[in-house]
């Protein structure tokens, strides 16, 4: 695509050598709209909702939108084309929306698109990112939304600068790209840290969670990146998906191969400090023997470790069978469950289901999971490895 910036610019290149330049100017809302069309937020590790900091930035541009260019940092873009135009226009490429796109100021795009939805249309409706990212990628609403910011009856409300900075390779050749595609994570990270970015953000951001989102049931509903809608946190996966990884290394599958995992994960961090299971997760998954490196992001290769993650799915059932079973085994074997401080009794017409919501049986009783945590990573015992595979001895759900 080909937007106009406002302001003279130039390519600016690294003086240490890096091949990786940026421009810096700033872009009208016509040209915003045009870019909206173009461009997502995937490369970007949060996704904008509906939140104190959007209606802020509204209100800016209701109330003051000359102060708009002096009260935020704008945009922030990648892209691995840019060519520099006659007549301070600029053309730019989003083929590729893992590495090209809005890396930050997610909040600001969200806003402005909002804004002028609103301007245009009496209201927003839109409460989060992929809702307005949906209406102007349809061509027959975005035709009719490009018709009427034409026909707009007060131009002055859309008079104001959007500051952009465009992050892009110093030129066409392999050396550029792949300075690009390797740095481009750490920098999209970096850009983004006016809010502290999680090891698990940064995890999904270098694509440690993709095998997993392959092969878990979209019922699941997993918040894979912040910001999105979801039931299960992206951390309480990572920590189960550390059960059979742990089972490797007692087996020294992964000293035999030479891979240093770093610490040794103890069971007990499964429940209580998922943070250290999502440096344990992140330091196999982007070991060069485990993963391959391409464009910023880790592919897995590795036949065992993805066997072992293949394991996670039932471990993840495992869990919600467990919570409905566990409060119904301890009353079987003379117990009173209700009667154990962090475990609520609730009326029948009152149940709860377990963490992933995928038991058809929801118990009367709502309580910590770590109460049968202990029970979940024994599961360990239950797997063998068979060559290169790691299987169950006997599955946990039938058995």
């Known amino acids: 695509m080909i937007i106009k910036l406002n302001h003279k610019f130039e390519k600016q290149n690294s003086l240490e050598e890096k091949k990786i330049s940026k421009v810096v100017s700033s872009i009208s809302p016509k040209d915003f709209v045009h870019l909206l069309k173009c461009a997502d937020n995937k490369v970007n590790p949060r996704t904008a909702t509906l939140n104190p900091i959007v209606r ?20 922030l873009i990648s892209t691995q084309n840019c060519e520099l135009l006659e007549r301070n226009r600029i053309r730019l490429s989003f083929d590729d929306a893992q590495t090209e796109g809005i890396m930050d100021g997610g909040h600001n795009a969200f806003a402005i698109g909002r804004f002028i939805y609103s301007k245009l249309y009496g209201t927003c409706r839109f409460k989060e990112w992929k809702e307005l990212k949906s209406f102007w990628d349809d061509d027959a609403h975005y035709a009719d939304l490009e018709q009427k910011f034409r026909d707009y009856h007060s131009p002055d409300d859309f008079y104001f600068s959007i500051p952009i900075e465009i992050i892009t390779p110093s030129d066409n050749t ?39 989102k392959q092969i878990m049931p979209k019922d699941f509903k997993v918040i894979w990146k912040s910001g999105e809608t979801g039931t299960t946190k992206v951390e309480d996966v990572t920590a189960l998906a550390c059960i059979p990884l742990i089972k490797l290394v007692p087996l020294k599958y992964f000293e035999d191969q030479g891979i240093d995992v770093g610490a040794t994960l103890n069971k007990v961090n499964i429940y209580l400090q998922k943070s250290k299971c999502v440096k344990f997760f992140g330091n196999i998954i982007m070991n060069e023997k485990i993963s391959t490196s391409g464009k910023g992001k880790y592919i897995l290769h590795n036949t065992t470790v993805k066997s072992a993650l293949d394991l996670v799915v039932d471990i993840m059932k495992f869990c919600d069978m467990m919570y409905y079973y566990f409060p119904l085994i301890y009353n079987y074997n003379g117990g009173s469950f209700g009667r154990i401080k962090g475990a609520v009794s609730q009326k029948p017409r009152t149940t709860y289901s377990g963490p992933f919501n995928s038991f058809p049986k929801q118990s009367d009783y709502k309580y910590a999971y770590g109460f049968f945590y202990p029970i979940v990573c024994s599961l360990t015992e239950l797997m063998d490895l068979e060559g290169e595979v790691l299987r169950w001895k006997f599955n946990p759900l039938y058995t």
Do not use: H
């Not at 209100?59 to 940092?73: D, G, R």
């Not at 850009?191 to 970015?197: C, E, G, M």
């Open 56 to 75: 802020s930035i509204e209100e800016t541009l209701n109330v003051s939108p000359e102060l708009y260019f002096f009260k935020t940092k704008g945009l």
């Open 174 to 212: 392999e050396e550029s790209l792949a300075n690009f595609y390797d740095n481009i994570a750490d920098i999209c990270s970096a850009r983004n840290s006016n809010v502290q970015l999680t090891d698990a953000a940064k995890s999904n951001q270098r694509g440690c969670y993709e095998y997993l």
